[in-house]
């Protein structure tokens, strides 16, 4: 509800304050030990995994697979001062994951074909919210996918896949086990819709 967001917004807008002042060029784990301290919270340090091999696997997409895969590339969608980034070469065996990058997936897409070379029907994956409840996975190729994202009103915080991998562990029945929308797998293609399932999924 509208409370709800005005009090995470103040709770941010406080937290950034508190941070600022303490460590203006730390790094993850220190601004983490700082904050806790400045705010005289107990704290448990845990090393944490990036979104750019999680939040893909929540979604059925591994980013690295025998005989499909034997690279990871990770971008970001902007570069210094708004632009966009330098881009890799397209190369079959390899994997490239973006991180906000869901605001300009047209001109990325666009810019992938054009001027690293990757096939108009290479496949893409968007994984929206991973490990939410309302995550969702949007698949389609590179010629494809910004009109499904937008079909689908997909949002931040999304991570784009793009590579061979998309659709290794995806099958049809994934599709339809979720209401058979093209293009759309809900909670993860069946196989790990969230925290909890991930724990159970690994015996945890």
Request: with cysteine; proline share 5%.
């Amino acid at each position: 509800n509208d409370t709800a967001v005005l009090n995470y917004s103040f709770l941010q807008t406080s937290m950034c304050h508190r941070l600022l002042p303490i460590n203006r060029s730390s790094t993850t784990p220190k601004i983490a030990l700082s904050f806790t301290r400045a705010t005289k919270q107990t704290h448990k340090h845990t090393q944490g995994v990036s979104a750019a091999f999680s939040a893909p696997l929540l979604g059925s997409i591994p980013v690295t697979h025998r005989g499909i895969s034997n690279q990871v590339v990770m971008c970001t969608g902007y570069g210094r001062d708004n632009t966009s980034p330098d881009l890799i070469r397209y190369h079959e065996e390899q994997t490239v994951v973006f991180l906000m990058a869901v605001g300009r997936l047209r001109e990325l897409c666009r810019n992938l074909v054009s001027k690293a070379g990757y096939p108009k029907d290479t496949p893409v994956g968007i994984v929206e919210r991973a490990g939410c409840p309302e995550q969702r996975t949007v698949v389609g190729t590179m010629d494809t996918i910004a009109d499904l994202a937008e079909r689908y009103d997909v949002k931040p915080p999304s991570t784009i896949v793009v590579g061979e991998v998309v659709n290794v562990l995806l099958t049809e029945e994934d599709y339809d086990s979720f209401g058979g929308e093209e293009g759309v797998v809900v909670g993860g293609g069946g196989v790990i819709s969230g925290v909890a399932d991930w724990q159970s999924y690994f015996g945890q």
